[in-house]
């Protein structure tokens, strides 16, 4: 409690003091801090409301390094990161598109923010310049704010997507993630290509859903949101009732571990979800 109140007396501080007095990176570290102290933090239903302004709080401080910096990569990439994090966890149903359309927006400048990028893009299109790409956090929050928004969309959303070609910029941003650092953010790229597999309109593959899933379970175990991903993707849809189930019970016993703030909405969902198949046989 003590800590957090300094924090806050520190940060009312720099937030005072105008946007040319400090440097794009010491505007982008405050936030990094307020964001590394919300990541610890677990989620519950009762804290949500303050958990939420603290981030909203950090993507005020990385929008001003922007302004200092308009290509600081790592600025755009934690926007990126934000703005997924504030629609997934915080914000109703009404109001995620919007955030994951900031999102994605962000995740683009930063991967534009490449020469080299930019270059290949103009020549040979977005796909191509993606397999050059470098920078594994702006391949996959662009992703998962994009592949999010299609999804809110409905099954127009997604066929709309599949029709556009999107589903092939899609693949091409985590196939080179799962080439770049298959284990980010605990598997991230493993979850976000089997949700591809999951839910695509017309090219489903349970089979590749569960080889992922499975993947990052085994690999990252601490992370509860593969856990929840295998159920909800894999085991809900083949009907295998009484094992999404023992799987649900794991994940509201798991411990929070250091990533509170995702585990611990985790385990509400899961709370969730397994009063909803409690019944099912």
Known sequence: MIRTRCWALVLAAALALPAAAQTAA????????????LWVTQYTLTDAPHLKAKLEQAIALYERALVQDPKYVHALNM?????Y??????????????????GQEYG?????????FVRIEKEKGFVEAVRTATDVAACFWTYSNWARKVELGGPIGLIGAALRGDDRKLMA?????????RGYISGGPLRALAGYWAKHPFSKDPEKTRVLL?????TYPQYLENRLFYVEYFLIPAERWA?????????????????????????VRAVTLLGQIEEKK
């Open 243 to 267: 094992q999404a189930r023992e799987e649900l019970q794991k994940i509201i016993d798991a411990p929070v571990g250091e990533d509170a703030l995702e585990n611990g909405y985790v385990k």
């Open 85 to 102: 994090t504030l629609a997934d966890i915080f914000l109703p149903e009404r109001d995620k598109s919007a955030a994951h359309e900031k």
């Open 214 to 218: 499975e993947e990052a379970v085994a």
């Open 173 to 181: 941003l985590m196939e080179r993630c799962l080439e770049l650092d």
């Open 79 to 83: 926007l990126s990161r934000c703005y």
């Open 108 to 116: 683009e400048r930063a991967l534009r923010a490449s020469h080299e």
């Open 26 to 37: 010491e505007l982008a570290a405050q936030a990094d801090a307020l964001f590394a102290e």
